[in-house]
């Protein structure tokens, strides 16, 4: 099977710099990907590793260290529109058809305060 | 706004009944998902169709079903309504088979 570990709740300062981790236990891995999600709103994608390093997409980075199983996500010069979950997810390749499914983990609550 | 598109938006129902849950994917994309989130479970992955077949079955109960039509749109039918299947509903889709997917609003689905 497989799972995902991530920080139930964040705090950080506006302008300040945050890490959310993510370890993850799979059979099969393919990449580690990052979601952000407002409060009732819609995940939306932010970024994807698939190889060991870090990826950095404007304030937000991602690092993967898949010898680990672990990444992270960072977040820099935090904003108070900032504060909202942040999951990481897995491919899982259980029970498809060259489909797949993607295991989110239970998702970090990054609250920035002023 | 990603482009995906789900109605209805809100939906409250008592047990046992049944409700359908209308997906219409962004523009090209061929892959449709859908995901319930729930406070206790978190987001989970139900179902994924591409190109009008299913590919990959997540832990979706048998009271549930889904479809995906010809138009690429997707349905995803839930009977025997409980309590506990009160949830966010989600559905995402993508180009093909990637790890980028494009979440729709979701139906918040109230069961009584």
């Known amino acids: 099977g497989q799972s995902l570990e991530q920080p139930s709740e964040v705090t950080a300062v506006e302008g300040a710099i945050v890490q959310i981790n993510c370890t993850y236990q799979t059979s099969g891995f393919y990449g580690l990907s990052w979601y952000q999600q407002h409060d009732g709103g819609a995940p939306t994608f932010l970024s994807y590793n698939a190889l060991d390093g870090l990826e950095e997409t404007g304030r937000f980075s991602s690092f993967l260290s898949r010898s680990d199983s672990y990444g992270y996500l960072l977040l820099q010069e935090l904003q108070m529109k900032d504060s909202a979950s942040y999951f990481c997810?897995?491919?899982?390749?259980?029970?498809?058809?060259?489909?797949?499914?993607?295991?989110f983990g239970k998702g970090t609550s990054l609250l920035v305060t002023p | 706004d990603s482009g995906v598109t789900q109605t209805p938006k809100h939906l409250i129902t008592a047990t046992g009944q049944r409700v359908t849950l209308r997906c219409s994917p962004r523009?090209?994309?061929?892959?449709v998902y859908w995901y319930q989130q729930s406070l206790d479970q978190g987001l989970q992955f139900l179902i994924q169709y591409y190109n009008g077949e299913e590919r990959a079955k997540g832990n979706i109960l048998e009271r549930f079903s889904a479809q995906q039509f010809p138009d690429l749109h997707s349905e995803l039918n839930l009977s025997s309504l409980e309590l506990g299947d009160s949830a966010l509903y989600f559905c995402a889709s993508s180009v093909g088979v990637e790890e980028t997917q494009y979440f729709g609003p979701g139906t918040r689905l109230l069961v009584l």
């Open positions: 523009s090209g994309d061929l892959s």
């Open positions: 997810a897995v491919r899982d390749r259980v029970r498809s058809n060259s489909g797949y499914a993607l295991n």
